[in-house]
């Protein structure tokens, strides 16, 4: 079972910063593509957008919304990804969701593509 856990969220002020950090852990894992999406008030349950995301060589892929404001990065040693976010505004609040795919398994590896359980980001004065 692969379990993914997100800290940091919380309230911020507008143009303030926020890090986010997910750790991901199990048995015999080999991860791949890592990032985060995030669900804004009021969407329906399953929608969500990417954020960013970032492959175990580092490069990154951004939603047109946050580039240039949000930094994605990741320890590979520590199957952690982080998100760095920076001016932020009252658009960026939202339940922002980790995820994580790749395979878990030593003799006969499976795909697992797996969301955390979301921390909240609230932009407010």
């Known amino acids: 079972q692969v379990q993914l856990v997100e800290s940091g969220g919380g309230l911020v002020q507008p143009g303030g910063s926020l890090r986010l950090s997910c750790a991901a852990s199990?048995?015999?894992?080999?991860?791949?593509?890592m990032g985060w999406y995030r669900q804004h008030p009021g969407w329906h349950r399953d929608q969500r957008e990417l954020v960013a995301s970032i492959t175990p060589s580092g490069s990154t892929n951004y939603g047109d919304s946050v580039k240039g404001r949000f930094t994605i990065s990741r320890d590979n040693a520590k199957n952690t990804v982080y998100l760095q976010m920076d001016s932020v505004k009252p658009e960026d609040t939202a339940v922002y969701y980790c995820?994580?795919?790749?395979?878990?398994?030593?003799?006969?590896?499976?795909?697992?593509?797996?969301y955390g359980q979301g921390t909240q980001v609230t932009v407010s004065s």
């Open positions: 995820k994580a795919d790749g395979l878990q398994g030593s003799d006969w590896p499976t795909v697992f593509s797996t």
């Open positions: 199990g048995s015999a894992l080999k991860i791949n593509d």
